[in-house]
């Protein structure tokens, strides 16, 4: 599925940018070249990244069990 059409870029794209390692917007961005034309699809890229990036999955876990920082 394209999430950004202006630079034809996929959802699949954006997964495997953050798999290598995009851990914001900004990273997918520079990765791909997603949302640097209208900007329309920042949103779409935001909800990707929030809901597949380790890191941010690690700190709601974390947030939801109350043990942040507590493992460091
Ligand atoms: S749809 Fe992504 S920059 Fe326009």
């Known amino acids: 599925m394209y999430v950004c059409h202006c630079n034809v870029v996929?959802?699949?794209?954006i997964l495997e940018s953050i798999a290598n390692g995009a851990r914001?917007?900004?990273?997918?961005?520079r990765q791909t070249g997603a949302g640097r034309t209208c900007g329309n699809c920042i949103s779409s890229l935001r909800d990707l990244v929030c809901q597949h990036c380790p890191v941010r999955a690690e700190r709601a876990v974390e947030r939801e069990l109350g043990v942040a920082g507590a493992a460091r």
């Open 10 to 13: 996929t959802d699949r794209d």
């Open 24 to 29: 914001c917007v900004a990273d997918v961005a």
